[in-house]
Nanobody, 123 residues
Framework: QVQLVESGGRLVQAGGSLRLSCADP????????MGWFRQVPGKEREFVAA????????HYADSVKGRFTISRDTAKFTLYLQMNSLKPEDTGLFSC????????????????WGQGTQVTVSS
């Protein structure tokens, strides 16, 4: 089943910027908290950022604070992740997800997933 669809990932040089998008094609997650996660081969998904259902409250992993900004356009059923000052360690498969809650800082609460978009940051 198609739940969420990410786009925007590409190869970028360190220090560059990207904006990732996450579409909700079935338009069913407007009341759900949304988040971004990063995964590299051989490791579990790592929490990156989350935003509440109305887009007001946000939470970030310490590693991305001050560099990444999560936002959502509820009218367009789209989630965004603006990524600035990218570092090689940001490289990974970025997936968006919806929580069963209206706001959720617990990565385990995100249960509806996209398939991810690859971000590769070169040194």
């Amino acid at each position: 089943q198609v739940q969420l669809v990410e786009s925007g990932g590409r190869l970028v040089q360190a220090g560059g910027s990207l904006r990732l998008s996450c579409a909700d094609p079935r338009r069913i997650f407007s009341a759900n908290a949304m988040g971004w996660f990063r995964q590299v081969p051989g490791k579990e998904r790592e929490f990156v950022a989350a935003v509440s259902s109305r887009g007001v409250v946000t939470h970030y992993a310490d590693s991305v604070k001050g560099r990444f900004t999560i936002s959502r356009d509820t009218a367009k059923f789209t989630l965004y992740l603006q990524m600035n000052s990218l570092k090689p360690e940001d490289t990974g498969l970025f997936s968006c997800a919806a929580s069963r809650m209206a706001y959720d800082n617990d990565p385990d609460g995100y249960v509806y997933w996209g398939q991810g978009t690859q971000v590769t940051v070169s040194s």
